[in-house]
C-alpha cells in the first residue's frame, strides 16, 4: 500500500484543523444531518465526516460506522485529501492503492469508497465527507458526484460557521484578528449602531468601502422596503436596542451597493468597552446554500424527471389524510403501451410521454390532490375528503380520458391509454401501506382486463393481498426450515431418446399443504427479499446433485437452472456461479442457466455483464420461453445467448394449429441462422415428437420423457443405484 506524501502545507493545515476544535468534539449535529443525507441520498450505508490529525483520523459525524478513528497512514482520507477532487474507489480490491490495506482485508471490509476533500476558505484540507460501502459498485456518476461535492460545501459552510462562532466569543482583540482573515463579513458597530469596524470580507460581500461606512448606521446593510421580520435587527441594533439578540443566528435580506438583494445569516454578539456596550456582526452570504438547500429537498421530495411528488411524499399526504381521520380516495395508474413506446423509439421520446402524462395528472388531481410518480410508468393521485365510490370513480374515468389523449412528441403522434385501481378510506384501509396496496392490487385486476380498465378495490381482492402475505410469510418460513427440496425433469435427444441432461426445478414442501410446484409461490418468491439468496442455493445443489451423476457414469450430462432477477442485483452473480462450480467440481459446460424474458428485458447493464461473464466461462444460457412476450431480435444479436427453448404453449397446439406449427419451425430456424441449440419444452405425445425432429428440434423435455421427479427416482430411473444422493446443503444458509 502506497502512501501519499504529505501535504506542502501541512503545518498550516494542522493549525487550520486546530482552530475549529474538532479533534475530539463530540458529534456535531448539523453534521450529523448532512451525512445522513448523503447516506440516504447516494444509497451507502456508511457515511462520515472525517478530520485528518497529525497521525490519526478522527470520524466525528458518522452513520453506519463503529469506529471513532483509525491511524492515518492507512486511512483512505488521507489520500483524498491530498488531491483537489474527489477520490472514487469502486473496488478497493482492484485498486492496487488501497487492496492490501487491512480496512479492506479487515473490518469494516471496505469495497466502495468516495470521498470529497473538506477545504477551508483559506484552502487547508482539514478532513472529508466519505462514504463507505462492503460491495463495489459498478458506477459512481457524474450526478452522484456533484451531490456529494455539494454536500461537502455544506460541510465547510458549518466548519466556518463553527470558526466564526469561536471568533465571536473571544475578546474585541481576536475577534478583529480573525475579521482580518475572515472571508466572512465582520461588522463592529458602537452602542448607537455606527459602525466602528468593518472587514476585508464585508468591502467584498457588501461593495461599500470602509471610508463608506465607518461611523455610518449599519441599518444602511439592508433595503428600505424590509424593515420588519428578522430584517428589523439590524434597526434595532442600529438604535442600540439588540442585545437581547446576542447569541442568536438569523437569515435575512441584505443590500449590495448595487442595489442586489441577497440573503445573508447573520450572528450577533455583545460585549462592552470601557463600560459601553458594543456589537459585533459575522454575516454570510447563503446564495450558493439556499441553491444547494433548494436542490437537495428537489431531490429528496420530487422525482427528477417529471417533477412530481415522489412516492416518500404521496405516502405522507396519505398519513396526513389519515391521521386527521378524514376520508380519502387513491387511485393508482399504470400506463398501457409504454414499453412499446420506449422499444420504437428510445427513451428521450419515453421521458417526453411520461413529463406529458405528469401534466395531465397533475391537472386531474385538482388543487387539493397530490399527482406523485411511483416510479417507470407507475402514478397515483390521493384526493383527501373524497370517501364515495362513484366520485373516486369519475375522477379514475376523468384521469383515463385524459391519458387516452394522443401523445404528441418531435412530430410522432402516440396513442396509449393508462389503467386505473381504486381504493378508499376508511372503507378499503385505514393503514397507509394497506392502503397503498388496497389501490395496486385494483390496478392489477384492472390490467388483467385489458387496456383502459379501472377497478375499485374489493373484498375479493383483499383476499389475494391476504393469500399473498400468508405466501411471503410461509416462504420466510420455509427459508428458515429448509422445506424446499429440487425435483429434476429429463432432457433428452430426440433422434435416439438418449438423456443429455435434466432441468432442475424448485418445489416447496409445504407442512400442511404438501409438495407445492413453482406456481402456487414463485411469482411471490422472485419478489421477496429471500429470492437471491433461494436462487443461489437451487444453483448450488443442482451443481451438486449434476456432479454426483456425473461420477456415477451419466456423460455427457448437463444440469439446467433457472435464474432469478433478485440474482443480478448484487453485480457478483458470475463470481458466486463460478465459486459453485469450484466447490462442486462441475466443469462450466455442465451447467446451463435459464433466464426469462422479464430479465432480459430489463437491459439493465449488471445483465448484460454478467451474462458475457458466465458465457466466457463456457457456462451456458438458455432463452425460456422464447416467442410467448415482446422479446425481439435484437436479443439473439446483442445477448451470449446458447439456447432457445420452445414454450409448451406452441408444442401442444404443434399437431392441431398451423399457426403453433409455424412459430415452432421460425424458432427452430432462428436458432440456426443464429448458431443456436433448441429444446422443445412440454413434449407429451410421440407424434409431437416426429413433428419437432422433422423440424430440425435436437432435444425435448416432457412427460413424454418423464416428469419432474426427485433425485432418488430420477436415478432409479437411469440406473445410477448408489448415486441417488448428492450432499445436503441448506437453503436458510445459502448466499
Not at 385501481?421 to 394497506?434: F, K, V
Not at 413424454?704 to 432409479?716: I, K, N, V, W
Request: hydrophobic share 45%; charged share 25%.
Amino acid at each position: 500500500m502506497s502512501t501519499p506524501p504529505l501535504n506542502v502545507d501541512e503545518a498550516a493545515r494542522l493549525q487550520a484543523l486546530a482552530e475549529l476544535d474538532m479533534s475530539d468534539a463530540e458529534p456535531d449535529v448539523a453534521l450529523t444531518h448532512i451525512v445522513e443525507l448523503a447516506a440516504r441520498l447516494l444509497g451507502a450505508p456508511t457515511a462520515f465526516v472525517s478530520f485528518v490529525d497529525r497521525d490519526r483520523q478522527i470520524f466525528n459525524a458518522k452513520v453506519g460506522l463503529d469506529l471513532c478513528e483509525t491511524a492515518r497512514d492507512i486511512a483512505f482520507c488521507n489520500r483524498t485529501i491530498a488531491q483537489d477532487t474527489l477520490l472514487v474507489v469502486r473496488d478497493a480490491t482492484r485498486d492496487p492503492r488501497f487492496c492490501d490495506n487491512p480496512l479492506v482485508s479487515g473490518p469494516p471490509f471496505i469495497r466502495f469508497y468516495a470521498g470529497a476533500p473538506l477545504r477551508t476558505r483559506a484552502g487547508h484540507a482539514i478532513g472529508t465527507l466519505c462514504l463507505l460501502g462492503p460491495e463495489p459498485r459498478d458506477a459512481f456518476t457524474d450526478q452522484d458526484r456533484q451531490i456529494l461535492a455539494d454536500l461537502a460545501r455544506l460541510v465547510i459552510d458549518r466548519l466556518e460557521l463553527r470558526r466564526a462562532e469561536a471568533g465571536r466569543r473571544a475578546t474585541q482583540t481576536r475577534f478583529e484578528h480573525i475579521a482580518d482573515t475572515s472571508p466572512d463579513a465582520i461588522v463592529c458597530t458602537d452602542a448607537q449602531g455606527l459602525v466602528s469596524f468593518w472587514s476585508a470580507g464585508a468591502e467584498h460581500m457588501f461593495g461599500h468601502t470602509g471610508a463608506e461606512v465607518l461611523g455610518r448606521s449599519i441599518a444602511r446593510l439592508i433595503p428600505d422596503r424590509m424593515a420588519g421580520g428578522s430584517e428589523g435587527l439590524l434597526r434595532r441594533l442600529a438604535q442600540g436596542s439588540a442585545e437581547h439578540l446576542t447569541g442568536r443566528t438569523v437569515e435575512l435580506t441584505a443590500e449590495h451597493r448595487d442595489g442586489r438583494e441577497f440573503p445573508v445569516e447573520l450572528s450577533l454578539s455583545t460585549w462592552r468597552e470601557n463600560g459601553v456596550p458594543t456589537h459585533g456582526a459575522i454575516m454570510r452570504d447563503v446564495s450558493q446554500r439556499w441553491a444547494i438547500e433548494e436542490r437537495l429537498f428537489r431531490l429528496a421530495h420530487l422525482d427528477p424527471l417529471t417533477e412530481l411528488p415522489n412516492r416518500l411524499v404521496l405516502r405522507g399526504r396519505i398519513e396526513a389524510a389519515l391521521a386527521q381521520a378524514e376520508p380519502a380516495a387513491v387511485l393508482m395508474f399504470d400506463l398501457d403501451g409504454f414499453k412499446e413506446v420506449n422499444d420504437a423509439h428510445g427513451h428521450a421520446v419515453g421521458d417526453a410521454v411520461l413529463k406529458v402524462t405528469a401534466a395531465r395528472l397533475r391537472a386531474c388531481a385538482g388543487p387539493d390532490g397530490t399527482a406523485a410518480r411511483l416510479g417507470g410508468d407507475e402514478f397515483a393521485i390521493v384526493l383527501p375528503g373524497v370517501g364515495d365510490p362513484l366520485v373516486a370513480v369519475a375522477a379514475a374515468e376523468a384521469a383515463l380520458r385524459a391519458l387516452a389523449e394522443p401523445y404528441s412528441v418531435d412530430g410522432l403522434v402516440m396513442h396509449l391509454g393508462a389503467s386505473a385501481g381504486i381504493a378508499l378510506s376508511p372503507a378499503h384501509a385505514t393503514e397507509g401501506s394497506e392502503f397503498l396496496a388496497c389501490a395496486d392490487a385494483a390496478l392489477y385486476d384492472a390490467k388483467a382486463r385489458g387496456r383502459g380498465q379501472h377497478r375499485l378495490f374489493t373484498p375479493e381482492l383483499r383476499a389475494a393481498i391476504q393469500r399473498t402475505r400468508a405466501c411471503r410469510e410461509g416462504l420466510r418460513r420455509a427459508v428458515l426450515r429448509d422445506e424446499f427440496v429440487l425435483h429434476y425433469q429429463p432432457q433428452v435427444r430426440l433422434s435416439d431418446g438418449a438423456l443429455m441432461g435434466a432441468e432442475a426445478l424448485i418445489r416447496w414442501q409445504h407442512p400442511e399443504h404438501g409438495l407445492l410446484p413453482p406456481a402456487a409461490f414463485l411469482d411471490v418468491l422472485d419478489n421477496s427479499p429471500d429470492a437471491a439468496r433461494i436462487g443461489d442455493w437451487v444453483l448450488r445443489t443442482a451443481c451438486v446433485q449434476a456432479e454426483a451423476w456425473r461420477a456415477g457414469g451419466l456423460h455427457p450430462f448437463r444440469i439446467g437452472v433457472n435464474l432469478f432477477a433478485a440474482q443480478f442485483r448484487g453485480g457478483d452473480l458470475a463470481a458466486r456461479v463460478a465459486a459453485s462450480l469450484a466447490e462442486t467440481g462441475l466443469p462450466p459446460e455442465a451447467l446451463e442457466l435459464e433466464i426469462t424474458e422479464t430479465i432480459i428485458l430489463r437491459h439493465d447493464p449488471q445483465v448484460d455483464a454478467a451474462l458475457q461473464a458466465l458465457r466466457a466461462m463456457g457456462v451456458g444460457i438458455a432463452f425460456d420461453d422464447y416467442g410467448t412476450g415482446y422479446a425481439s431480435l435484437s436479443l439473439l444479436k446483442n445477448f451470449p445467448l446458447t439456447r432457445l427453448k420452445i414454450d409448451r404453449g406452441f408444442v401442444n397446439g404443434l399437431c392441431v394449429d398451423r399457426r403453433d406449427a409455424a412459430i415452432v419451425r421460425a424458432v427452430i430456424d432462428l436458432s440456426r441462422r443464429f448458431g443456436l441449440t433448441v429444446i422443445a419444452e412440454g413434449v407429451e405425445t410421440q407424434e409431437q415428437r416426429r413433428r419437432l425432429l422433422s423440424k430440425g428440434c435436437q432435444e425435448a423435455q416432457g412427460y413424454l420423457f418423464g416428469r419432474p421427479m426427485s433425485a432418488e427416482a430420477f436415478a432409479a430411473q437411469y440406473g445410477l443405484a448408489g448415486q441417488a444422493e448428492a450432499p445436503v446443503t441448506r437453503a436458510g444458509s445459502a448466499g
